[in-house]
């Protein structure tokens, strides 16, 4: 049985990553403006993966023998000044992901429930993933610019998420 704090800390953490996933969608739907598909699709996956993190959450309190409580998703940002404005915008997103789950895992230290613990490193690592990802691509827009042939060649690069 999941105690009352750690379900409510649960259901906050559903919620932000609901909010990942929409969030993410606002971007991709920024990346289309601009007409770049490949931006858009790796978004897009990004929003799938999102949505699928709060499944796994949903799933334990349920299995738990929890309530799972949806929360009202605030309205993301619908313009974000550049592709590196962007990326810069991800790798910030993701970085205050890691910091909350984090304290989930701390919460369920506290409430000393050994399974939310198990389940949270799959989480712990999954946020290494991201925010390496998120770097990795903000580091080579810097690179090699965010104009022409380049971004065209990143367009390409991104478009190759999901594909293998
Ligand atoms: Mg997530």
Redesign the pocket.
Known sequence: MVSKKLQKAFNDQINH?FS?SYLYLSMAAYAESLNLPGFANWLKIQTKE?QG?AMKLYKFVNERGGKVELQAIEQPPAAFNSPIALFEEVLKHERK?TVLINKLYETALEEKDYAAQVLLHWFIEEQVEEEAAASSILETLKMAGEKGHALIMMDRQLARRGQN
């Open positions: 990553e990942s999102e993190h992901i």
